[in-house]
């Protein structure tokens, strides 16, 4: 039985409704905390809601100036929102590059800097921001993706180094290549800029670099995110976790 380290906690999870986000909810609710399902999709999240005995945020990320005066009450957030475009630079939509920076750069800016003072104020919080390996390496016709996660983890880390003298800790989880819907929308992209048909693309892309050649679980990812929630991880701030099968030991 999972033990109930996170009673009384408020989480709110962005990208709630499906893949990681939603195996953080049910991690979390399991620990007892109270999650709040933050996604654009309403119908989805609020499935995901009655399964956790959570509520719904119905939020659009992309939309970052209507967030610039947010208050937002958490122990804890995740940041897991979060698109994908496969294209080389020279053809990458401007317009498109613009808005994975405001879903996966700025809104995480936005809402820490919303949550940060509560967090202050009752001396304990925790900033989960969901990373990939990306955030440590790049990989060609990701620009958007590879520069947004390299951003989020300098804000994690600065993050760290503000929040510790008040009790709040704030890391990244890095995952490789996670069975999820965002994984499998790019397989058919992947496909295409490579020149390789759909069957090939995750054996010979996404698991050419690690040696456990089989995709992340998102429960694994949430397992992660569940420790680094509780008391356990205390002295745990200003790190990146990789979970990418060895991707990252090259």
């Not at 989480?11 to 990681?20: K, R």
Request: aromatic share 6%; with cysteine.
């Amino acid at each position: 039985m999972t033990e109930q380290d996170l009673t009384g906690r408020r989480a709110v999870i962005t990208g709630g409704a499906s893949g990681i986000g939603r195996a953080c909810a049910v991690e979390f609710a399991g620990r007892g905390a109270h999650v709040v399902i933050a996604d654009l999709d309403a119908d989805a999240a609020a499935t995901v809601a009655a399964e956790v005995d959570g509520e719904v945020w119905t939020v659009d990320l992309s939309d970052t100036a209507a967030l610039d005066d947010l208050e937002l009450e958490a122990d804890i957030l995740v940041n897991n929102a979060g698109i994908q475009r496969v294209s080389p630079i020279v053809d990458f939509d401007p317009a498109a590059f613009r808005t994975i920076q405001r879903i996966m750069l700025e809104a995480p800016f936005l809402l820490i800097r919303a949550v940060l003072p509560g967090m202050y104020s009752r001396g304990w919080g925790r900033v989960i921001n969901i990373s990939s390996v990306h955030g440590l390496r790049a990989s060609a016709f990701k620009s958007a993706y590879v520069a947004a996660k390299h951003g989020l983890e300098g804000l994690s880390k600065v993050t760290a180094l503000e929040g510790g003298p008040h009790g709040v800790t704030s890391n990244c989880i890095n995952p490789g290549y996670v069975r999820t819907p965002l994984v499998e929308k790019q397989i058919a992209d992947q496909a295409a800029v490579h020149g390789i048909p759909e069957s090939e693309v995750v054996e010979t892309i996404m698991l050419t670099e690690s040696a456990i050649k089989r995709l992340v679980e998102a429960d694994e990812v949430a397992s992660l995110a569940g420790w680094l929630a509780s008391d356990a991880a205390g002295m745990v701030t200003g790190a990146s976790y990789t979970m990418d099968g060895g991707w990252s030991a090259r």
